[in-house]
């Protein structure tokens, strides 16, 4: 009897309420999660994902099979290229080495000149936390033994095959053969047909087995700590050697950035002309320049009071594009010790940028690179979901179309908005499964 009254003073105010909500003369609003950039205050993190990405059970949880007792022989991976080139590299071989049932020797980390190295795996890469973490996947030796050790391993180069292959087919009798082979994987490769347990192998390594140093984690650490909080995390490519390797011209740079791409280019890098120019831009061959991914960020709603931390290399060019919009832009030069700065190589920045990326709040990248789908992959192994890929296709495309301002910024945000919501490249490997929200 109690409850009549109650239940229609509620009523009451609901009517109320909802007739004040709903009353046209009330003040707009905004919404969080509005469709529009210009009324949208909020930042394309706040919209609703309906796809997510994660490191799948059949690898995390696997009831592996018990390795054989007789291996056929060993294989060490030879890696070449950036950082996150021969990690790649290395992953897939870890698969490949454990798919021909071999004994895995540590890799070598061949030093392109390009990148003016020395480092190598022990120098980057935790070896004692690999070796553990691979146990039941695949066996892992640190040293050869002796009647081996002094023989330089026969080499086996998949990496320029094209198309599809089969490493039993193709690799194995030379395996057996040699009992000590080098190995570069290839790009294309037929993982999908690998059994369980050695796609296992692969991922294991990848994304569980690999971490830095304990230097250089502490040193990747004290940068992290140093930057302000919260932070995003842009791999900015738009350096002249990237440039001129894209074959794409760009209007209204410096003449010191076209002179430095110019000199990139060399003879056989002529840039597209013309409509093939157009056509290549179209397909979203061009590095965004910093400008271009400033006027992307805006139309992502992200504030241009963001901390932002730049994960790239050092010779970027024409930053203020981006400085001049987004002025909290902190970089590793800054932030480092000019000691610690100047005694670093290549791999170990790029080491710091990886381990910061991996921490990061957000992350963003105008490319997609290794190093991006590594970071992509990893943030996703870990629960970041903050990830995109910013569109050089859709930037291509709506800027052919003349869309501009406003209108612009209205496209690009319903271009980066579906691929966010759909988790579009936020982790390729074959080592993550689609889960629906
Ligand atoms: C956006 O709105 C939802 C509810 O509609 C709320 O849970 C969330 O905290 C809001 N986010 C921000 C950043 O205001
Ligand atoms: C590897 O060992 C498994 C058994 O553990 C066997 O089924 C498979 O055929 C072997 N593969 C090669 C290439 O030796
Ligand atoms: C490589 O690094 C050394 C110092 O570590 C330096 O003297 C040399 O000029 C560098 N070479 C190139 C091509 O950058
Ligand atoms: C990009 O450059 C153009 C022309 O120099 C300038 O008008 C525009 O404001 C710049 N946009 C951004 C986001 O920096």
Known sequence: MRVKPLFIIISTLSLFLAVVLLSPTRPVVPSNSSDSPNSAKS????????????????????????????????????????????????????????????????????????????????????????????????????????????????????????????????????????????????????????????????????????RLTELLEKKANELLEAIPK???????????????????????????????????????????????????????????????TAFILQALSIPRSTNIYLAAGDGLMEIEGLTSIYTNVVTKSALLSSEDFETMHGNTKAALDYHVSINSDSYMATYFGNMDKMVAAMRAFKGLYKTLFLSRRAFAKLTAEGLEGKALMEALWKAHKDDFIMGRGSALSDCFCEFKL
């Open 230 to 292: 919260p932070f995003l995390s842009l791999h900015l490519r738009f350096e002249p050697d990237m440039v001129a390797y894209s074959k794409c011209q760009y209007s209204g740079l410096s003449s010191t950035s076209m002179k430095a791409i110019q000199a990139a280019r060399g003879d056989d890098r002529n840039p597209w002309t013309g409509e093939a120019a157009q056509i290549w831009r179209n397909r979203g061959k061009c590095p965004l320049t910093p400008n271009e």
């Open 43 to 210: 930042e394309i993190w706040n919209v609703k994902r309906i796809v997510e990405w994660r490191p799948c059970n059949w690898w995390l949880q696997s009831h592996l099979p018990p390795l054989p007792s007789e291996s056929n022989g060993y294989i060490r991976v030879n890696c070449y290229g950036g950082l996150n080139q021969m990690r790649r590299d290395f992953c897939d071989g870890v698969g490949i080495a454990r798919l021909l049932n071999a004994t895995l020797v540590l890799p070598k980390f061949e030093v392109a000149a390009y990148w003016n190295e020395s480092s190598g795996f022990a120098d980057v890469f935790d070896v004692d936390y690999f070796i553990n973490k691979m146990n039941g996947f695949v066996k892992v030796v640190r040293e050869l033994p002796p009647e081996i050790s002094s023989k330089e391993p026969y080499q086996v180069d998949c990496s320029k095959r094209k198309g599809q292959f089969d490493y039993i087919e193709s690799v194995l009798p030379s395996l057996l053969k040699y009992h000590y082979i080098s190995i570069t994987p290839a790009m294309s490769q037929r993982r999908d047909r690998y059994p369980k347990y050695a796609k296992a192998a692969l991922c294991q390594a990848c994304y569980s087995a690999l």
